[in-house]
């Protein structure tokens, strides 16, 4: 098993057999974790720079905590208070990167194809933590991952996503990754919230909670992303909840080992009832940040082996 790419800027350019790599080496992190090592040397005399232009904290911070674990010098660049904001263009602050010498540069943008141009301009391996409405390729691959532990198999599997599907780039990833996986992905949102198009992708598309639910294996919800709507898209979200909020009831309608997912942060009454998503046998949020700090853990590691390109594969990899 390899994993050849210079980046990860998505998930459409990788190979399934890519994600299979990523996944295991992830899940090897993963139980390591659990059972108490916490530090590793493969990012040893490497430098990690993080840039976030929009704000984050669970997927900065875990970036940040994989970077560490793994040895690297880590350093977060505050892109609200940088020269950016004086009017610095993307390409300029490529260059200065370049004089800095990092070795992989973590990259959240609000602009879509932003993260793909500062990669062709700098000399280090760039990542991709969400770029406007196109990809956020490393929560599709922890999410990945936490279907697969939970269900024995990231294939065959018949899965929901549901909400916000149009304005999500994190939906986009996971269509991509789920098709990739042979699974059968269904969408359920409101028509405001579907974007045009998206049956060519292979998926099934619903109006009606009740019906895209019936009998799936997984159940993903997405938050409503307010920031980016700049129109009435719902009426209200006491309506929204009633008809597209998870709850009890319409989950009765998924398999009765259906689990339940959301990448977060979470609108409690909104896009899920609270109690469900603290339901410890049917919602797996929780090991889903546990996963992200595996899985970027593991797309690190190959990076840098790519980049320094003579050290031996991990047993994992053989």
């Given at each position: 098993?390899?994993?050849?790419?210079?980046?990860?800027?998505?998930?459409?350019?990788?190979?399934?057999?890519?994600?299979?790599?990523?996944?295991?080496?992830a899940q090897t992190y993963a139980e390591d974790a659990r059972a108490g090592?916490?530090?590793?040397?493969?990012?040893?005399?490497?430098?990690?720079?993080?840039?976030?232009?929009?704000?984050?904290?669970?997927?900065?911070?875990?970036?940040?905590?994989?970077?560490?674990?793994?040895?690297?010098?880590?350093?977060?660049?505050?892109?609200?208070?940088?020269?950016?904001?004086?009017?610095?263009?993307?390409?300029?602050?490529?260059?200065t990167l370049n004089a800095m010498r990092p070795d992989l540069l973590v990259?959240?943008?609000?602009?879509?194809g932003a993260v793909d141009l500062l990669s062709q301009k700098v000399n280090?391996?760039?990542?991709?933590?969400?770029?406007?409405?196109?990809?956020?390729?490393?929560?599709?691959?922890?999410?990945?991952?936490?279907?697969?532990?939970?269900?024995?198999?990231?294939?065959?599997?018949?899965?929901?996503?549901?909400?916000?599907?149009?304005?999500?780039?994190?939906?986009?990833?996971?269509?991509?990754?789920?098709?990739?996986?042979?699974?059968?992905?269904?969408?359920?949102?409101?028509?405001?919230?579907?974007?045009?198009?998206?049956?060519?992708?292979?998926?099934?598309?619903?109006?009606?909670?009740?019906?895209?639910?019936?009998?799936?294996?997984?159940?993903?919800?997405?938050?409503?992303?307010?920031?980016?709507?700049?129109?009435?898209?719902?009426?209200?979200?006491?309506?929204?909840?009633?008809?597209?909020?998870?709850?009890?009831?319409?989950?009765?309608?998924?398999?009765?080992?259906?689990?339940?997912?959301?990448?977060?942060?979470?609108?409690?009454?909104?896009?899920?009832?609270?109690?469900?998503?603290?339901?410890?046998?049917?919602?797996?949020?929780?090991?889903?940040?546990?996963?992200?700090?595996?899985?970027?853990?593991?797309?690190?590691?190959?990076?840098?082996?790519?980049?320094?390109?003579?050290?031996?594969?991990?047993?994992?990899?053989?």
């Amino acid at each position: 098993m390899t994993y050849r790419a210079p980046h990860l800027l998505g998930i459409e350019p990788l190979h399934p057999t890519e994600i299979t790599t990523v996944l295991d080496l992830a899940q090897t992190y993963a139980e390591d974790a659990r059972a108490g090592r916490r530090h590793w040397d493969a990012l040893a005399d490497m430098t990690q720079i993080n840039m976030f232009f929009e704000n984050s904290t669970r997927t900065q911070a875990s970036f940040e905590l994989a970077g560490k674990r793994l040895g690297a010098d880590v350093m977060n660049m505050g892109m609200q208070t940088s020269s950016v904001k004086k009017g610095e263009t993307l390409i300029d602050t490529a260059l200065t990167l370049n004089a800095m010498r990092p070795d992989l540069l973590v990259v959240r943008h609000p602009n879509s194809g932003a993260v793909d141009l500062l990669s062709q301009k700098v000399n280090c391996a760039v990542i991709n933590a969400g770029d406007g409405r196109h990809e956020h390729p490393t929560q599709a691959l922890l999410d990945a991952l936490t279907i697969r532990r939970a269900k024995g198999r990231l294939h065959r599997l018949s899965i929901a996503v549901c909400g916000d599907i149009a304005h999500s780039r994190v939906a986009r990833s996971n269509i991509l990754l789920l098709g990739k996986m042979e699974n059968r992905v269904r969408l359920i949102a409101p028509p405001t919230l579907m974007p045009s198009g998206v049956e060519e992708f292979g998926v099934e598309c619903f109006d009606n909670m009740e019906e895209g639910l019936r009998d799936v294996d997984v159940v993903m919800m997405l938050r409503l992303q307010k920031e980016r709507m700049d129109g009435g898209f719902i009426p209200s979200e006491r309506e929204y909840f009633h008809r597209y909020g998870l709850d009890a009831a319409k989950l009765a309608h998924a398999r009765p080992d259906a689990i339940v997912m959301h990448p977060g942060p979470m609108n409690r009454g909104v896009e899920i009832d609270g109690t469900l998503a603290d339901d410890i046998n049917r919602s797996v949020i929780q090991e889903q940040v546990e996963m992200g700090v595996a899985v970027r853990m593991a797309v690190m590691d190959l990076l840098a082996r790519n980049l320094r390109g003579t050290r031996a594969p991990r047993e994992v990899m053989a």
